[in-house]
């Protein structure tokens, strides 16, 4: 077995993975490339979200490339119709239909901003399993969600989030304090997850919050809790304590910072991501800001990424790379997910006697 | 051995392909991927097409860059001089000529609009394996032929053109009625061969042909005959029947539809087709009109096989389809395409005794 | 072991190579991918070029993308920073630096135009190795240089300047005497090394020679000695003489052309040239007139070998080719790099007793 997961290891199937901005669905078929399948993403009638084998059992035809009407969706050459729990409604050259012509009906959960995939065993999903990220649907939150497609393995966006000493260089145009590369986090796995926890006397606010904040926002307190929760999702939740109260009273501003990633490919991955504040709720302008700003800055990971796997790609294979002891939840992360492949790859226990 | 061939059954050559449109062919050497080989086309200056291996067997420069004067080719990169049988002509470095550099040269035949080439061993060409296609030549019909090149495998477009259950589909836009998903073709393999037969009440006429017969258009039945001949192409004799004859008489209007498919590699094609009709012959306004009719439909084909093959190297192999009654000619071929494939393969039958 | 060294033959690193015109270098980073690795290439504030390994060792971010200053550069992504010896100044998130974490520091040379790069072991690295060309640096010449990216094997490009027999077809526009396809050089092994002497009667001198000379221009013999070095490295010493003296006395006129490849990848090459002269030295339009006119007919040489391999990769691989007697400089240099390569990947030789 692997020691440390990278490029070479296979992707993990058994979880649940953003599929698609809420925002992205439509009546209109959408097509996605899910850990290296394609995928048919749209809403049905009634609104609920589907995700459907792309591929027509038939003779491979797109079926996103179809038609879809009364929630029956018919493939583009010849016509089989097909309907959204994956069964087939109809062969028009014939008036049986075969039992083994259906599509894969991948289980999806839609929650706030996103809509969720499983990937792996449908029989295996529970909704129990969907990672839980309430402040995405509370009232109390604003929250700022995009996408961006990235030339790069999901792992390294992971690595890249779960370790800030990133901050002052790859965003030296926003963060110029060298504070982030020298915070020293706690680190601890809890289970497959890894956390990484940090508290700086100075930690910056992001632009669209300090804005909203009075005189004590240069000494506010930064507590940042970050999670690789699995193979599909990190966040980190923020707390910016103010050394002396607002006028209203308050101290404390959350930011729930959410990272999304689901591999297309090995190197390539779909990138989603949330910021939630609980400050501003409603005030559309302050949403801009915010979205602008972080696209800005998570479009430099995005591209810096790029730039990794290219190099790599350029020297032929997956290099040998040092670690600092910065990179420690970094490794745990990718030793989670080794052991996680292991286990994947592993053939189902037998029952004994 | 494979019982039906895909994208991964080598490539016949013992056959043969139509090499180019008689219209392409010049004194200027044309370059052609045939059979994942790069071939030169061009034409003697007594008309004859000359099909030859494009790559100098000195230093593989494309001898489609070079220089032809008086049937002679001249390597652009050393001077090296072929005679268009293949033989060297001339060394300009040196006086002798070594006798083993010579080029392929195919045999090659002109036809109507089509030059064939063979891509076999050149001793076992022979001109009466050569499609019979009789109405190509004949002064009795009209035929507008074309061409397109397909990033999709032949055997792809072979199914496409054997099963007419697709029209009202990929074709939406043009038959509309669910005629064609439903008939009932009776299939037969004639050797290598296989025949689909066809006789609907009321089959669509081209439009081209349509406007030039009167009131008994819509009540026409058509007769199709439909052959795979071998892997390089496929042709459909379609007889429209008026329910009354015309004012002269006529009951009767014959379409004769080709279509000519020659691998450039496993995934790619060069489709030629031909659409020949016994009616307004001579009539150049017909012509174009059957031409940009045909051209539309067609690349609705060509458009949706580049889909499938896309799906399929996005998904990264030639996956398993599920078939149905209406596949049985395109079963019917495949598994024809291997078994000439596994023909191919073996060693020679050596003389007993 | 091969007998001919072809696209498979392992590239040669125990070699030194031209790894950038001396011009390109400055204080900002350059990328350029030199035997299959990314190299770092810039100027150290004395002016000494540097050449380093572009990943940085920690997470494989391209180095030529962070931040140079005071001869340190700090790598855009977690702001190591390394000095340009390639040993490690800083980790910012850490007081220690782990000494496993350095760049490979590839030695390098500036010689007249060029910077050399030695790839092999820098222990092994001698400058007494460096080929000797004195004249780029001599008062007495004026040298013209200039550099292409060629998408074709470096060895395609040795065996087409060791070949002059291509100049009047791949050059024709320029070179239109067939003299240069029937010359009948004297060809000898020297060591690792090829020569390939020449004497012409009437050999073209180039046009912005040509036009300096007198009327005795047009009588000019040609004496060429042409050079393969070794990888690296192509020159062809050329002697012009007049038949009757200029005005001055003069009747010899010297032109060096120099060829340096250096191997991207194994299918592509950057190419390095220069042309001193030892007529017109400090005389700028002549200068650009020389550069004009050699980059037309070099471009041509680039332009052709791009064809050739793509040719050979759409059928496939590596054809076997065919040689004439006025191959066989190029044969014996292909021998000697399949020799020099087969050493390359013995075993060390180990004390005995
Ligand atoms: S490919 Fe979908 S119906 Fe045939
Ligand atoms: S490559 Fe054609 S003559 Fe040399
Ligand atoms: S990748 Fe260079 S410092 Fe981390």
Same mark, same amino acid.
């Given at each position: 077995m692997q020691r440390f997961a990278d490029n070479t290891t296979p992707l993990l199937r058994d979880h649940w993975y953003v599929a698609a901005l809420a925002s992205e669905l439509t009546a209109e078929p959408l097509e996605r490339q899910i850990l290296e399948r394609?995928?048919?993403?749209?809403?049905?009638?009634?609104?609920?979200?589907?995700?459907?084998? $792309?591929? @027509?059992? !038939?003779?491979?035809?797109?079926?996103?490339?179809?038609?879809?009407? $009364?929630?029956?969706? *018919? @493939?583009?050459? !010849?016509?089989?119709?097909?309907? *959204?729990?994956?069964? @087939?409604?109809?062969?028009p050259s014939q008036d049986s239909v075969p039992s083994a012509l259906r599509l894969h009906a991948y289980p999806v959960v839609e929650a706030g901003p996103f809509v969720w995939i499983w990937t792996g065993d449908p029989a295996a999903a529970r909704t129990a399993d969907l990672p839980a990220t309430p402040w995405l649907t509370s009232a109390d939150f604003a929250t700022v969600a995009d996408y961006f497609f990235v030339e790069s393995a999901y792992l390294r966006m992971h690595e890249n989030v779960m370790d800030l000493t990133h901050l002052p260089f790859l965003h030296g145009t926003v963060f110029r304090s060298l504070e982030f590369a020298r915070a020293r986090p706690e680190v601890e796995a809890v289970g497959m997850k890894v956390r990484s926890s940090l508290t700086m006397p100075s930690g910056s606010m992001p632009p669209y919050l300090a804005k909203l904040v009075g005189s004590g926002a240069p000494a506010s307190v930064r507590h940042t809790d970050a999670w690789f929760d699995g193979p599909a999702l990190h966040y980190a939740l923020a707390r910016y304590s103010l050394a002396e109260p607002e006028a209203d009273g308050r101290v404390d501003f959350l930011v729930n910072f959410l990272h999304a990633f689901t591999p297309a490919t090995k190197t390539s991955t779909h990138y989603f991501w949330a910021v939630s504040r609980d400050a501003a709720v409603g005030d559309a302008a302050v949403d801009e800001e915010c979205r602008a700003t972080q696209r800005y800055v998570f479009h430099q990971d995005v591209e810096g990424m790029r730039w990794v796997e290219d190099l790599c790609g350029q020297e032929g294979g997956t290099p040998e790379e040092l670690s600092v002891a910065a990179d420690r939840p970094g490794l745990l992360l990718r030793r989670h997910v080794a052991l996680m492949a292991a286990e994947e790859a592993a053939p189902a226990p037998q029952p004994v006697g």
């Open positions: 394609s995928v048919l993403l749209m809403r049905a009638s009634d609104g609920a979200p589907v995700a459907l084998s $792309n591929r @027509c059992p !038939h003779r491979s035809f797109p079926l996103s490339r179809g038609r879809v009407e $009364n929630d029956v969706i *018919t @493939c583009g050459y !010849h016509g089989i119709r097909f309907r *959204t729990d994956g069964s @087939c409604a109809e062969v």
